[in-house]
């Protein structure tokens, strides 16, 4: 039977995933109050959310998964049932320059909701959840061939993949040490709207609009299963009222592009759309300086999701792709305002200086 809540804490839902999340919750369960923590750093948006921000059951709160005194205040003004923690530093470029902000939010940030968590539900309740959002970079790096499963073992090999996977094993130690009622999913590459422009899609999307170089690292031979985000966001929901505590569920498109050819269609795409001459945006790629230890291959095997709880993709990627640069194109206030500002210093030192 499914699990239901009064009161579910977001973490991190002014963010790309975490807003698809808010949103979705926040409409399909008007009679449940829903908590968005969030810090609002520079990928923190409350202009993700207008749509909802009016609602009767919708509550923001800005702050710090670092900050025990505010979690703690939280998880009892407002008696937390579930959490769904998003919340984290997410960019592996930025975690190659800054591993150590990725380790205090991603691994000391969770310790300190489980605490929360821990310290305000019984032992083994069947009231609550912890449900960690993971990602698939936690199994490393696939070569021409295999899929990651549940069983697959953990061989992080970034500074961002490193942090979100001790951040998972903390998660099953509490499960397993304290009896927290808990679950993981472990998602691919997502894209959609809302996606902060320095992630692959969003950029070159931006920078073909705007006839600006579209960087591509080495020779663009690697692989992601790309999976639009509200896709995500239905996963999300089904394993938070569905799934079986103490269980790790894979997401995934089925959908595997080498970034090459990723770029290609959507430079196919967006000389369409913007009315240019064919192959006129192709000429904008640019091969640039590899990321540090780039993991050639992701590719998610998410049938037990599929037989499990039913879920699989709505949307071919070509629909999801198309959508996405109808977004971006309508919302041009949304990109130029994320794109002033801070994200000029980062594009300089990540693309200019290097
Ligand atoms: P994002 O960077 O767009 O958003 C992260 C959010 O967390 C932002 O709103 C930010 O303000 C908030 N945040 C950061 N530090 C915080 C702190 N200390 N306290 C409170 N809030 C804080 O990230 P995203 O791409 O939406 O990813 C969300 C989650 O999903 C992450 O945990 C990520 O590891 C995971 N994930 C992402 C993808 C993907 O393709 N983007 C795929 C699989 C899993
Ligand atoms: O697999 C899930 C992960 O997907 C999430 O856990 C991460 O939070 C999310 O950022 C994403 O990580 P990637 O590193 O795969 O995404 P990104 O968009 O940064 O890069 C996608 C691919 O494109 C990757 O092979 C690197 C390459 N790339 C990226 C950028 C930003 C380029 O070739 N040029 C670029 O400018």
């Known amino acids: 039977m499914a699990r239901t809540f009064n009161t579910i804490l977001v973490t991190g839902g002014a963010g790309f995933i975490g807003s698809h999340v808010v949103r979705r919750l926040v409409n399909n369960y008007p009679a449940c109050k829903i908590l968005n923590l969030d810090k609002l750093t520079y990928a923190g948006n409350l202009e993700n959310l207008t749509d909802i921000q009016n609602k009767p059951n919708y509550i ?3 702050g710090d998964i670092n900050d025990i ?7 009892e003004k407002y008696t ?23 380790a205090v939010t991603n691994v000391v940030g969770t310790i300190n909701l489980l605490n929360a968590a821990k310290k305000n539900w019984a032992a083994a309740s069947d009231k609550n959840l912890f449900y960690q959002i993971s990602t698939d970079e936690v199994y490393g790096s696939l070569g021409a061939t295999g899929l990651f499963t549940e069983e697959t073992c953990y061989s992080p090999r970034s500074p961002y993949s490193a942090s979100k996977a001790s951040a998972d094993h903390f998660v099953r130690a509490y499960h397993h040490t304290y009896l927290l009622p808990v679950a993981i999913s472990n998602c691919s590459n997502n894209y959609g709207s809302f996606q902060f422009p320095e992630k692959l899609i969003p950029l070159a ?14 020779k663009g031979e690697n692989i992601r299963d790309w999976l639009f985000v509200e896709d995500h966001a239905a996963a999300i929901d089904l394993i938070l009222h569905n799934g079986l505590v103490g269980s790790t569920y894979n997401i995934g498109g089925f959908n595997e592009w080498k970034n090459i050819d990723l770029i290609r269609l959507l430079c196919k795409l967006m000389d369409k759309k913007l009315n240019r001459p064919a192959g006129s945006s192709e000429k904008l790629i640019a091969f640039v300086k590899d990321r540090a ?11 037990k999701i599929k037989k499990e709880l039913g879920w ?39 693309y200019l200086e290097r």
């Open 80 to 102: 937390i049932e579930a959490v769904v923690h998003l919340a984290a530093e997410s960019h592996v470029d930025r975690s190659i320059s800054n591993p150590t902000e990725f």
């Open 60 to 62: 923001f709160v800005k």
């Open 312 to 350: 699989e993709p709505s949307l071919q990627f070509e629909q999801g792709l198309d959508k996405t640069v109808d977004w971006y194109l309508a919302n041009e206030k949304w990109l130029n305002d994320i794109t002033s500002g801070d994200y000029q210093n980062y594009y300089k030192k990540q």
């Open 69 to 75: 005194n505010c979690i703690e205040d939280i998880f």
């Open 205 to 218: 999307i931006h920078n073909i609009k705007n006839s600006k170089p579209v960087p591509v690292y080495g």
């Open 293 to 303: 230890g780039h993991d050639l291959r992701y590719a998610i095997d998410s049938s």
